[in-house]
Structure formats: structure tokens, C-alpha cells
């Protein structure tokens, strides 16, 4: 057919005669599709039209989405009009040699649904190739004496193409001695023959200049030349005789180089050197070897049946007188099974989804074996199971199909593996291993890593630390396994839960938002949920218990004793007759914390007697010991520390005043009831108030020299320039504390009043007697003026200024012994008042020392304790007169044990406070 005409063979197709039966059955037909086409046809030529001969209207076109499918591109179906398309020039002669019949086949395929057509091409020849001689001139000797008739094969021209476009005829430029002849090899290919028609003179002429001309039958023929040199030899009257004109043998590929194909041999009926005959090819070979002296023909490679099926070789056998004949070796190579089947891989789909459905191609397989009958017919199969199944289409051809359900959880990945087996003998086989992807869908929810978390986190954790994290996997892949997390419960309140802990969506981490506190929140529940990002997506959700543990961050709280409403200590009365195991009270605690850390434990720090109490290690039950001895004092203090159990413990005090007493009329008054100093070391403790109290002295001393020769200098200035220093006018200076101890504290406050003369006074806890030694107060309020002075001379005294308070009665006198002063004596007035005169350098250390002693022995009351002149220190000089409670009731004088009561309080006619049963207030304000 033309260029671009498709034809059916077979049953024939008739477009004119038949087309209404050809359109009703052409369906059913089951012999391939085929066209023919001539070789050199232009990119772009129509072979004929696929859609039409398949079937197919245009309107189909684009949704089968024909195409076809061959080991190389040679051909391409047009997208609009269905036409098969050649892609490139094709030159049959490359493509099949040779072969009388070259045919491309090629695989047509359609989509939606998939179907396999098989299509043949047949190349026609065209007249394309010239022949060609190898050699532009060759050269043939002919002895003068070569008979008439004698013949010689000349070199063959070779032409490509085939059939009538072959090499046909050789002609020779006329010459009279001369004649030409072509003769047809068995395989009908053409070789030229020369021969003598007259006998050869050398002598007349020695040589002859020839044209061999090859031509083909092409229309119009194509030719080629090559000059035939012909030297006449001297006379050689017989030349070598072949055994046989054409030898023909049949060998088997694969022989090892070496093997002895044939041998030729020829005989020359001259004698001597004219019969001597060597062998050579006519031409160079490159597959056989000829011994030059037998004329055995051997191998030097591999014969391949698939490459070259059969060899003709001119060989010579030329005399020693020159005299040359020649013979034609026709070798026939055998097909052996020595060619594994080949496996081609065609419309593999690069994911295939694990919903398909089975039956659903996805793949074509396509075998080719090189060798030719049983040899080359192959059988497929799959090796291992596996949920698809090869099914043949046609020859050689097969498709590759699910035949199970897919699952790319348990399998994402199939390594199908093709056998491919020949019938030859042995049987040969090859495989190939096909990976097919499995395509994900969101078919799998999130996993949580635990059915249930349980997360203990310790309290006052730092807000935005992170406390847990949930994990949950998901085996499906991208969108459909990558899981969020969020809350989406909790027993908190929803607008709390935002200030208690967030959740990270992408790494599941849990973050505190707040610091915990176990005592106000134990625990709390989540529901946390894991969402995919599938389409549906899919979520589970998993239950997160968040326990909140206990620290030792708070103290514990004595619940007993307590103080009561106006800040005063309560005091429990014990008789005197109690025998040792009697419950005096018991110190009630309560701790916040929880386990160990609210486990309380309850310590003696100090004691007024050492021994006579007992307290409950775990019960804070405070029990006698022993027996009230007569020289134990009717009033006890208690220090008593809580502790718990924490790593580091936390404590807390508690001070217990108990009182001897078997009624509560015998409960002394108030200012009875304050503590006595717990006994210290008296050495450590006096050395200490020695040192602190000469270090205060030296500096008073020193301060006072220095004002008062800073006065005497300026004697002449005016007095409004040191108004400060102008009678009645005290010059503060800053009270001297002590060292506050939590027992025998000694706080000591001193002034520094200077007279309008100069003379520097130093009153240690000096003011008017009406003042009351105890009260605290050591100076004026309104004025400026700590304490009017008591110069003798010029300073006077205002009673009406001041508030009245109930002056001391008889019970404030004491012993001379008993009043400070140097050495234990003292000027002073019967009254027991505090002396009113100057005291010197002395006089103020020997009471200090005095003082630092009581408070070593533990008797002394200058301290914080109830009501006394520690007071300096904790009211400032604002603080006026009206402000202070009477302190007279509990005032101890140092130096003495005697305690001075409270005769103004009787005088006024106020009883004793009592308190609720066994208990009393105390006086003074109790510190915790």
C-alpha cells in the first residue's frame, strides 16, 4: 500500500465491497491489526487510522487515550484524529536486515477501561541502496596457457536493499577475450563469473583493463563500478581442480573457537612447483581461519545464530605456477537455545491505591526471546504470593492485575517478581522484579501510646514548664497520618483550664501554665484527642489524670495555744498537788502539707525548769514530770517548737505560761505572769554584754567630750545657731539597741541632754519619777524634748503637760543592796525611787555591769519582756504618753529579784482579769 494506508490481512479488508459487515464484526475479530508502509517516510506520516480500524470514534479519543506501546518510539497516534503517526524516518534495512518480511509490532492501548490491541507494521523496501564492491580494483592472474572457458568468480558487489531493489545483474565492458556471467547462491543472492573465450599470448599483450558493473532492479536502477585488472601469467597448463564447486555444512552456534569446520582440497594435474597448491580466502575473514597448506577451515569466535544465520566464503587454491581456481563454502549456523527470554515492563503504574478494586490491570508485560521455534516460545508466571495475577493477552503478551485486597499498612511496597521460562532443551529463564507502590487513604485513626496517662507533678512548679506528653501514632502516610492533639474535656472549669496547662498541637507536650498548689488543688482530668488530617479525618481520644504532689511550702500552724483577741498570751493553771503523768495541756498544730510533710513533731526549745514537764514526741501533750518542789517557781514558760517531716523541716513556735495554783483566786495578777528568762550559759552570755555594754560607754563618752568642747568654742556664737543645746531642749541621739535574742534580750536606749551651761549629763533610762521607771517612754512628745532635764540648777518641771498616771505605792521600795549603783550602794531617798542626781562615768558602768550580769544569770527583765524598758526600741519618741499602758505592774528592778506589784492598780479597786476556766491573759504582748 502507499504512504499512510492501513490495511487488514486475514480475512482482507474490503472498504468498498464489504464495509457494512466489516463495521458489524470487526469487534469481534481476533487476528491482529496491520499496516504496511514503505522505509524513509517523513516525521509525521500517516500509516493509517488506528481509532477508525480499532473501533473508536474521535469523540473517544480523549477519554480512552489511545497510545501505543513498543520497545522504541518508532510510531505515534495522533490525539485528535486517531491516526497512527510515523515518529521518525525508519530505514528498514537497519531495522531488519535481510528478512524478506519486516514488521514492527507494537502494542496499541486504550484506557477507561484499559484493552491491548496487537498491531503489525510492515516496512516496504525502497530502492535506497546502491551496490557497492568492496574494493574499487582487484586484480586477477590468468596464466596464457588457461584454456577457453575457463571460469572465474569476480568480487561481488553488495546491495541492502531487497527483492527486485537488490543487486540483479553485473555486466563487464565488452572485450572479446572475455565474457561475463551471474549466477544465483542458494540463498539467491547473485555473484559475477567471469570467463575466457580466447585463448590468452602474453606476448601480445600481458594485461587487461576491465568495468565491472552491479545493478538493481530498482526503477530506475541504481549501479556501481569497480576496475578488473587482468595480468596475463607465463604458461601454467593446468590449473588446481576443487574436489567440489560449492561445499555446504551445518554447524552449531556457541562452538568454541577452534572447532574444524570443513576442509577443502584441490589438485593440479602439474608436476613440481605448478602442482603445489595453497589455500586462501578470497576475501579477509574475521570469523574463520584457513590453514594455507590443508585447507581446513576453523572458527576463530563464536558462532551466533541470532546474529548471522548462515556464511559463504570464496576460497582459492592457487598453483605454484600462479594458476588459480576457487570454490564456495556455504556455512549454515544451527539455532540453539542459548538466549534467556527478555522481559519488557510497559504502563506500570507508579502508585497504585490500596481501595482498588481487584481485577484492575497495572501493568503490561511484554517477553521477546531471540531464538527461534520451541526455543523462543516462553511461558510467564509470578513467583511468591501475591495479590496479583499475570494473565495473557496474546502472544507474548500479558497483563499484570490485582487479584486481592491491598493493604499498605501491612505491605506498602509489593516486589513482584516475573519468571519467564522457553521451551527449548534445556529450558531457559529470566526474571524480573516489578516494585509497585501501595497508595495510602486515611483507613487508620490515631493511636494513642497508652490507654490512659497518669502524670504526677510536684507543686510551685515554674508556669510554663512542661509536665507530660501524649503520643499517638498513626500508620497511615502524609495528611492522613500527621496527628494534632488538643484538649477537648476536663472536670476544670473550661474558662480555668486555659490558666491551668495548654497543650502543644504538634508535639503532644503539656505545659503548665501556672504554678500548682496541692493544697488547694489535688488533681485534675483531661481528655485529650488525636486528630489526623485525613479527608474524612479521623481522631481517638485518651484520658490524662494529672496528680498534683505535695512540698514542704507550708509551715505548721499552732491552733493551740493561741493568743487572744487583743493580741495577749493565755495561760493554763496547773494544781499543785499533781502527781507526775498529770495532762498539764496539750500544743495543737495542723499542717497544710500532706504525708511526711504534714507529719508534726513537737521539741522543748526552752524551759523555765528543765524536767519538770514532759512532752509527747507525736501528741504535743504536755505532761508533769515530777512532783512542784518547793523551790520551783508557781509560774513556768514553755518554748515549744512544731516541726514536720519535710526535707527540709519547717517549724513553728509556741510558748505555754503555766501557773501552780489550785484555785483561780490564787492565780497571781497579770503582771506576775511574765516569763522568766531561760537559763543561758552565764559566762558566754556575760562576756558578751561586757564587751557590747564598754564599746557603748566609750562612744557616749567620746561624744560627750566632743560636744562639749564643740560648746565651750562656741560660747560666743548665738544661741539661735544651737537652739538645740538651750535649756529644757534634749538632744536626741539614736537609741542603742542591743542584740534582740529570743530570750534575755537587753535593749538599752540612752539620752544625751545638754544644759544651756554645757554641762554634759548622761541619763541612762532617765526621766521623772511620775513617769514610771517602767513605762517605756523616756521622753516629751509634743516639745521636741525627749525628757525635761533635771538640772537642779536651772531645768524645771511641768506636771500639768504630762498624763497622769497612778504613782507606785510602798511596794516599790527596796533595799539599799538591792539598788543600782557602784559596788551595790547608792544615794537615794526612802521612797525607792530612782535617784534624781547625775550619775558620773562610774556610777553608768557599774549598773551596766550589773545589768549584763542579771541577764547571764537569767533573771533580769530589761529585756523584751513584759512591760519593761525594752520599749525604747520599739516606740519611737512620737509615740506619746496616752499611747502606753501602765507597765508599772510588771517592772523588774535590775539588780534585784523582787518584782514590784501593781499597789495603784489595787488602789483603783480593778481585780484581776480571769480567764475562761483554767486560762488568764497576760500583760504583755506574746511574739511568735
Not at 239 to 246: A, D, H, K, L
Not at 323 to 329: A, D, K, R, S
Not at 475 to 495: E, F, K, T
Request: aromatic share 6%.
Amino acid at each position: 500500500m502507499g504512504s499512510g494506508a492501513g490495511e487488514r490481512r486475514g480475512a482482507g479488508r474490503r472498504p468498498v465491497l464489504f464495509p457494512f459487515l466489516l463495521a458489524l464484526f470487526c469487534r469481534a475479530l481476533s487476528e491482529q491489526i496491520r499496516y504496511r508502509m514503505p522505509e524513509e517516510m517523513p516525521a509525521g506520516s500517516v500509516v493509517g487510522n488506528l481509532a477508525r480500524d480499532l473501533g473508536l470514534s474521535v469523540s473517544e479519543l480523549p477519554t480512552r487515550k489511545l497510545r501505543v506501546s513498543s520497545e522504541k518510539p518508532y510510531f505515534a497516534v495522533s490525539a485528535e484524529t486517531g491516526e497512527l503517526l510515523v515518529n521518525g524516518r525508519l530505514d528498514r534495512e537497519q531495522l531488519c536486515g535481510k528478512k524478506p518480511v519486516c514488521a514492527l509490532d507494537l502494542e496499541a492501548v486504550a484506557e477507561s477501561p484499559l484493552n491491548f490491541y496487537h498491531v503489525s507494521v510492515e516496512i516496504g523496501d525502497v530502492n535506497d541502496h546502491t551496490p557497492k564492491f568492496t574494493q574499487n580494483s582487484f586484480e586477477l592472474q590468468i596464466s596464457e596457457s588457461t584454456l577457453p572457458g575457463t571460469r572465474y568468480i569476480l568480487e561481488v558487489a553488495e546491495d541492502a536493499d531487497i527483492g527486485l531493489n537488490s543487486l540483479q545483474d553485473y555486466k563487464l565492458s565488452l572485450n572479446p577475450s572475455f565474457s561475463l556471467v551471474s549466477k544465483k547462491k542458494q540463498d539467491g543472492s547473485k555473484y559475477p563469473e567471469l570467463t575466457l573465450e580466447k585463448p590468452l599470448d602474453r606476448e601480445q599483450q600481458d594485461h587487461y583493463l576491465l568495468v565491472l558493473t552491479a545493478l538493481d532492479g530498482g526503477d530506475p536502477p541504481l549501479s556501481s563500478t569497480s576496475e578488473l585488472l587482468i595480468k596475463v601469467t607465463d604458461a601454467n597448463d593446468n590449473p588446481p581442480v576443487f574436489n567440489q564447486e560449492v561445499y555446504r555444512v551445518s554447524l552449531q552456534e556457541n562452538m568454541p573457537p577452534g572447532t574444524t569446520v570443513l576442509q577443502v582440497s584441490a589438485t593440479d594435474q602439474d608436476e613440481g612447483v605448478y602442482s603445489e597448491i595453497t589455500y586462501s580466502f578470497h576475501r579477509s575473514e574475521r570469523i574463520f581461519s584457513l590453514n594455507s597448506k590443508n585447507g581446513e577451515i576453523t572458527t576463530m569466535t563464536k558462532l551466533d545464530f541470532e546474529k548471522t544465520k548462515e556464511y559463504s566464503i570464496v576460497v582459492e587454491g592457487r598453483d605454484g605456477g600462479g594458476m588459480v581456481t576457487q570454490c564456495t563454502v556455504e556455512i549454515n549456523v544451527q539455532d540453539e537455545n542459548d538466549n534467556s527470554p527478555e522481559i519488557t515492563v510497559h504502563s506500570l503504574l507508579e502508585m497504585i491505591l490500596e481501595n482498588t478494586i481487584p481485577g484492575t490491570p497495572v501493568a503490561l508485560i511484554k517477553i521477546h526471546d531471540q531464538d527461534s521455534g520451541e526455543n523462543g516460545e516462553v511461558n510467564c508466571r509470578l513467583e511468591g504470593e501475591v495479590p496479583f495475577q499475570i494473565i495473557p493477552t496474546s502472544k507474548n503478551l500479558y497483563k499484570l492485575v490485582i487479584d486481592g485486597i491491598l493493604d499498605r499498612e501491612q505491605t506498602p511496597i509489593y516486589n513482584v517478581t516475573l519468571t519467564a521460562t522457553d521451551r527449548g532443551q534445556p529450558p531457559l529463564s529470566s526474571s524480573i522484579t516489578i516494585t509497585l507502590h501501595i497508595g495510602d487513604i486515611n483507613d487508620n485513626p490515631p493511636v494513642f501510646a497508652q490507654p490512659s496517662y497518669l502524670v504526677q507533678v510536684e507543686e510551685n512548679n515554674p508556669p510554663g514548664a512542661s509536665i507530660a506528653q501524649v503520643s499517638a501514632s498513626d500508620p497511615d502516610l502524609g495528611p492522613n497520618g500527621r496527628v494534632s492533639y488538643s484538649i477537648v474535656g476536663s472536670d476544670l472549669a473550661p474558662r480555668a483550664l486555659a490558666s491551668f496547662v495548654s497543650l502543644s498541637a504538634q508535639s503532644g507536650v503539656l505545659f503548665a501554665q501556672r504554678a500548682f498548689d496541692h493544697e488547694q488543688l489535688r488533681g485534675f482530668a483531661l481528655t485529650l484527642q488525636a486528630r489526623d488530617q485525613g479527608s474524612p479525618a479521623r481522631s481517638a481520644n485518651v484520658s490524662l489524670r494529672v496528680l498534683v504532689g505535695d512540698r514542704n511550702d507550708n509551715a505548721p500552724r499552732v491552733l493551740y495555744p493561741a493568743l487572744g483577741p487583743d493580741g495577749s498570751a493565755l495561760f493554763d493553771t496547773v494544781p499543785r498537788a499533781a502527781q507526775p503523768g498529770y495532762l498539764v495541756t496539750k500544743v495543737v498544730a495542723v499542717d497544710a502539707d500532706a504525708g511526711h510533710n504534714a507529719w508534726l513533731s513537737y521539741h522543748v526549745l526552752q524551759a523555765s525548769e528543765p524536767g519538770l514537764f514532759g512532752l509527747g514526741l507525736r501528741t504535743g501533750e504536755v505532761r508533769l514530770a515530777r512532783p512542784l518542789g518547793d523551790r520551783d517557781a508557781a509560774r513556768q514558760r514553755l518554748l515549744v517548737a512544731v516541726r514536720d517531716g519535710g526535707r527540709p523541716p519547717l517549724s513553728a513556735t509556741a510558748t505555754l505560761l503555766l501557773v501552780f495554783a489550785d484555785s483561780l483566786q490564787e492565780v497571781p495578777p497579770d503582771h506576775h505572769l511574765g516569763e522568766r528568762p531561760p537559763r543561758a550559759d552565764p559566762q558566754a552570755e556575760l562576756q558578751f554584754y561586757l564587751v557590747l555594754a564598754l564599746a557603748f560607754i566609750s562612744v557616749l563618752f567620746l561624744l560627750a567630750v566632743i560636744l562639749a568642747v564643740a560648746l565651750r568654742l562656741r560660747s560666743s556664737s548665738s544661741l539661735e545657731a544651737w537652739g538645740c543645746f538651750q535649756a529644757g531642749v534634749c538632744s536626741k541621739s539614736a537609741p542603742a539597741v542591743a542584740p534582740n535574742y529570743s530570750e534575755g534580750t537587753l535593749p538599752y536606749s540612752y539620752n544625751l541632754c545638754v544644759a544651756q551651761a554645757g554641762k554634759t549629763e548622761f541619763n541612762f533610762l532617765k526621766c521623772n519619777e511620775q513617769l514610771g521607771i517602767g513605762q517605756g517612754i523616756l521622753c516629751d512628745d509634743s516639745s521636741g524634748t525627749l525628757f525635761p532635764p533635771f538640772n537642779s540648777t536651772e531645768s524645771t518641771y511641768h506636771p500639768e503637760t504630762q498624763v497622769e498616771q497612778a504613782p507606785p505605792n510602798t511596794d516599790w521600795r527596796f533595799s539599799q543592796a538591792q539598788r543600782p549603783g557602784t559596788s551595790g550602794s547608792q544615794n537615794g531617798d526612802e521612797t525607792g525611787t530612782w535617784p534624781n542626781n547625775q550619775f558620773d562615768t562610774e556610777m553608768l558602768q557599774a549598773m551596766i555591769l550589773a545589768s549584763a550580769s542579771e541577764a547571764a544569770d537569767g533573771s533580769s527583765t530589761l529585756g523584751g519582756g513584759a512591760g519593761t524598758m525594752g520599749l525604747s526600741a520599739r516606740y519611737g519618741p512620737q509615740f506619746t504618753l496616752q499611747h502606753v499602758p501602765d507597765y508599772r505592774q510588771n517592772v523588774y528592778i535590775p539588780g534585784s529579784n523582787a518584782t514590784l506589784t501593781n499597789a495603784a492598780g489595787k488602789r483603783d479597786g480593778k481585780a484581776a482579769a480571769g480567764g475562761n476556766g483554767n486560762k488568764k491573759k497576760s500583760g504583755k504582748k506574746e511574739k511568735k
